[in-house]
């Protein structure tokens, strides 16, 4: 049996990636995530770990929240339902790990390129990275402002 904690982050995203696809069509976190973790080993009895199962749980609980910081990044004239269902669903993993893990925000947009490139194409890689990459200098703009709106 693999230990969970060996597994590398890089392979859980793209377990946690392939659960949120599933969600997309009905089913429930614990066996979307069981489905992605255990599709291509023998001994399918393992402990999930845990920031496969944060991250995926933590999309789906602010779906919703997610979406509308997403599209505050579109074009005019696009919405999030206008998005592929992978572009949305690497773009909300992107935005998640973002805002609420530990993750460096340049690793994280990293990896949701190379996802991208793994279920998409390089016109979606590219897309993901312009709007992640916005979305993480406008995030620091906002806190700069904030932090200097204090000094008067």
Not at 14 to 39: I, N
Not at 118 to 129: E, G, M, T
Not at 132 to 139: A, E, G, H, K
């Amino acid at each position: 049996m693999t230990s969970p904690l060996l597994e590398s982050r890089r392979q859980l995203r793209k377990c946690a990636f392939q659960a949120l696809m599933s969600l997309e069509f009905g089913t429930d976190v614990e066996t979307a995530c069981r489905f992605a973790y255990t599709h291509d080993r023998e001994d399918t009895d393992v402990q999930l770990p845990a920031f496969l199962t944060e991250l995926v749980s933590g999309v789906q609980a602010k779906k919703e929240e997610l979406d509308k910081q997403i599209t505050q990044h579109l074009k005019a004239g696009w919405t999030i339902e206008r998005l592929t269902l992978v572009e949305r669903n690497l773009l909300r993993l992107g935005v998640f790990e973002i805002t609420s893990f530990d993750t460096p925000q340049l690793v994280a947009v990293n990896e949701a390129i190379e996802l991208a490139k793994v279920f998409s194409d390089q016109k979606s890689a590219r897309f993901i990275n312009g709007l992640l990459s916005q979305f993480v200098t406008d995030r620091k703009s906002t806190r700069l402002n904030s932090s200097h709106s204090g000094e008067s």
